[in-house]
Nanobody
Framework: QVQLVESGGGLVQAGGSLRLSCAAS????????ISWHRQAPGKERELVASITNGGTLNYADSVKGRFTISRDNVKNTVYLQMNSLKPEDTAVYYC???????????????WGQGTQVTVSS
């Protein structure tokens, strides 16, 4: 079983910064992708950023140049550094882990409980 624990959310003024952390534990295979998603009230959950075990990065257009995803494989922790925050970044941010034992197997998907980020104008 896998557990994901997010932390680092809070209230910040527009233009400010926050750093989210996602600590993973349990059966995590070497083939994995960890991503951050967010869901604002009344909107669908959307991908914010992802990082593979090999270090391949992917960002939503809305956060490119402002957010940075990184991982510490020793601590099994992924970070999302969020700079130049805007009110439209307000959402619950969720960490997601996809992992599989072999490339030909389906991904196993796990979600964290979410952390609230609120950006005031």
């Amino acid at each position: 079983q896998v557990q994901l624990v997010e932390s680092g959310g809070g209230l910040v003024q527009a233009g400010g910064s926050l750093r989210l952390s996602c600590a993973a534990s349990g059966s995590i295979f070497s083939d994995n992708i960890i991503s951050w998603h967010r869901q604002a009230p009344g909107k669908e959950r959307e991908l914010v950023a992802s990082i593979t075990n090999g270090g391949t990065l992917n960002y939503a257009d809305s956060v490119k140049g402002r957010f940075t995803i990184s991982r510490d494989n020793v601590k099994n922790t992924v970070y999302l550094q969020m700079n130049s925050l805007k009110p439209e970044d307000t959402a619950v941010y969720y960490c997601k882990l996809q992992t599989r034992r072999r490339p030909y197997l389906n991904w196993q998907n796990y979600w964290g409980q979410g952390t609230q980020v609120t950006v005031s104008s």
